[in-house]
């Protein structure tokens, strides 16, 4: 890993509350890295310290080889933080918006470029207010890339998008990885730090509590697998609580919901058992263990509430 994020020992105390707490952690180029955790957590405090908007008390801190300390105005020119909708001029008009956060930097994207890409060529003269939620959103994100960032901070950057506007987020953030790009995202939907993020950091209390790729974290958590199917009406309890793997039967007179530990053995004698009982496995379904479940055990362990 080439890291362009290096955090060594970051803490924040704010009065008696200690928010971020000795926390370590190396973010590599090209990466999507998730940062999750409950409400409180301590996630808006450290994205805002490596953004160089907060100061931590504590511990160094550098991005793209740049002390955080000494050195915060390089760095904000190097990266993009997407701004919460409330904090971008309601009354300004979207190309005044652009030119405007392009006069900010030394380097800047060019405009137009910028604006053809997020298909914002119609809005350019649409008052920022104006616009609905996933235009807003598409406009803090453009804005976010007006100087041609290497790494990009989006803070929740799907919340309040209905689902066809969050998928297209989701593409657009896949497709600033593949330009090269860095992204560090915070969020409190698990399906998208599973979907996107090639690691995650989960935050509990201002700690490091995992990180690692998001199927690695479920498989880490172990043995929450479930398949279910028809049920036959023909093999008993007892023969599934045999199959290879079930830690788990449960039994209705319509359908079978088996639990395993290893899905691939469990289906293979699942089908042995049916063709030597004569009978057919119909309406099977299979559920992995999901970023949901990783989530809800790893914070509740360390005392946090699930969100
Ligand atoms: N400016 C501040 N002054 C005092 N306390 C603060 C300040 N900002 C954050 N805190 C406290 O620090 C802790 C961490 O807050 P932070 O906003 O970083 O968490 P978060 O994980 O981003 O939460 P959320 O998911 O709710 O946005 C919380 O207990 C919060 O109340």
């Not at 890339?145 to 929740?156: A, G, H, R």
């Not at 929450?224 to 209705?252: D, H, I, M, Q």
Request: proline share 3%.
């Amino acid at each position: 890993m080439d890291p362009v994020i290096r955090l060594d020992k970051i803490r924040k105390t704010y009065g008696a509350k200690l928010a971020v707490d000795d926390l370590t952690l190396e973010i590599g180029k090209g990466e999507i890295f998730g940062i999750v955790g409950p409400n409180g957590a301590g996630k808006t405090t450290l994205i805002e310290i490596i953004e160089g908007l907060r100061q931590a008390d504590g511990g160094t801190a550098a991005v793209l080889g740049m002390d955080i300390g000494k050195e915060a105005d390089r760095i904000k020119q190097k990266i993009g933080v997407l701004l919460q909708s409330t904090s971008i001029p309601g009354k300004a008009r979207v190309g005044e918006l652009l030119r405007l956060f392009s006069s900010f930097y030394d380097k800047s994207a060019d405009v137009q470029a910028v604006a053809r890409s997020f298909g914002l060529d119609d809005k350019l003269d649409a008052m920022y207010k104006s616009l609905s939620g996933g235009w807003k959103q598409r406009v803090a994100l453009a804005l976010s890339l007006i100087n041609d960032p290497e790494i990009v901070f989006l803070d929740e950057p799907s919340m309040g998008l209905d689902p066809n506007a969050r998928h297209e987020m989701w593409q657009t953030i896949l497709k600033l990885r593949k330009e090269g790009r860095t992204i560090v995202v915070t969020t409190h939907y698990m399906e998208e730090a599973e979907a996107l993020c090639d690691r995650v950091a989960i935050i509990s209390g201002g700690r490091l509590i995992a990180l690692d790729a998001p199927n690695k974290l479920i498989t880490m958590l172990g043995g929450t697998k479930r398949l279910s199917f028809k049920n036959p009406g023909k093999s008993g309890k007892a023969a599934f609580e045999s199959l290879a793997n079930v830690v788990g039967v449960e039994w209705e007179a319509e359908i079978v919901r088996l639990q395993t530990t290893d899905m691939d053995l469990t289906l293979k004698h699942l089908f042995h058992l049916a063709d030597k009982e004569d009978w057919l496995v119909s309406g099977l379904r299979l559920e992995e263990a999901t970023m949901n479940e990783v989530f809800t055990a790893l914070t509740q362990r360390h005392g946090g509430t699930a969100v």
